[in-house]
């Protein structure tokens, strides 16, 4: 009873239904998915796919890295600079990925790393920006990306982000398409289940982007978390749309601590 109490106080502040105001937000004891239960997309994967993964050779995400370690070094644009012109070795964008999203200082828009990306490009090299899901932009997320691997997600405290955070989660509860399913009906009371031929995982964000098979390339979470929207008959937000960027958030804070996975391959 009394955690049903709590999740209620929680999803009234969802709703916005209480002037308590964001410090009301899921706390840690409002998680539907508890940290310690917290496990990574890799292990509800077969044998095959798990060993694709593993093997740095086969890993087909490898074409991808090595494409955006050449772009990272390319001069481009008007001023014909690279990435490492201002950045240096890749490899210092080391823990960078894991601020995403996050406020963009400047516009105080919700930027994701692809955003950000886009905008050193349009803005700094003064080039044509790479549009969502394109080979360019996939590889250079997929090598910053890299520079994090290993390391554990986390949520960040920063108060202005709390409005977003409690928008994605807000989201995740609401049931959606003709299936009227949400995401935390299939991620948090069913993961470990078989769904048709497989296994349900927690939803979680960790490998992104990552190379899945059934796409027979790298893709973003939010071509991911598309395929979920889709699978449930439910419309789509646009690639750059800020609901998918909120449900980002929200999924970094629901499962901090997982590590990193670059590169990553799913089914
Ligand atoms: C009808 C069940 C269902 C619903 C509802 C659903 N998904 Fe999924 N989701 C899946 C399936 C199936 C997969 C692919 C296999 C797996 O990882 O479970 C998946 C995969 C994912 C992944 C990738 C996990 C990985 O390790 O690669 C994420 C992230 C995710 N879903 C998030 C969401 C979010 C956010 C929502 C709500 C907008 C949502 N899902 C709604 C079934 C669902
Ligand atoms: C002319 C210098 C310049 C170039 C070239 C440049 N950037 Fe940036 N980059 C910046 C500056 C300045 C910032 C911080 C302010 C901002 O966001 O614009 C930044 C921020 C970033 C960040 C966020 C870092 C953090 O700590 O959060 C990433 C990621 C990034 N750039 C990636 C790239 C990529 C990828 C390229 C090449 C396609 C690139 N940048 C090219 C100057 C540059």
């Known amino acids: 009873m009394r955690s049903r109490a709590r999740r209620w106080r929680c999803l009234i502040a969802l709703t916005g239904l209480t002037g308590l105001g964001a410090a009301s937000l899921c706390q840690a004891q409002d998680r539907l998915l508890p940290l310690a239960a917290v496990r990574s997309g890799l292990e509800f994967a077969g044998p095959d796919v798990k060993a694709m993964q593993a093997d740095v050779q086969a890993n087909p995400a490898q074409l991808w890295l090595a494409q955006g370690r050449a772009l990272w070094d390319a001069p481009a644009g008007a001023g014909q600079r690279a990435c490492s012109s201002c950045h240096g070795a890749v490899t210092r964008m080391q823990g960078v990925a894991l601020r995403y999203p996050r406020l963009q200082a400047k516009t105080g828009r919700l930027f994701n790393l692809e955003d950000q990306v886009r905008h050193c490009v349009a803005e700094q090299q003064q080039a044509p920006a790479p549009t969502f899901e394109s080979d360019a932009l996939l590889a250079l997320t997929a090598v910053i990306t890299q520079a994090s691997d290993g390391l554990a997600l986390r949520s960040d405290a920063d ?30 009371r069913h993961w470990g289940r078989r769904f048709y031929t497989d296994q349900l995982s927690q939803g979680q964000p960790n490998g992104y982007p990552l190379y899945r098979l059934e796409w027979q390339q790298l893709g973003s979470l939010e071509r991911r978390l598309r395929s979920c929207y889709v699978g449930i008959r439910a419309e789509p937000p646009d690639f750059g749309a800020i609901e998918l960027r909120q449900l980002s958030l929200y999924l970094n804070w629901r499962g901090a601590g997982l590590a990193v996975e670059m590169p990553a391959v799913r089914k």
């Open 159 to 188: 108060p202005a982000l709390q409005p977003h955070l409690q928008a994605g989660a807000e989201l995740y509860q609401r049931r959606q398409g003709q299936l009227n399913l949400a995401c935390t009906h299939c991620h948090d």
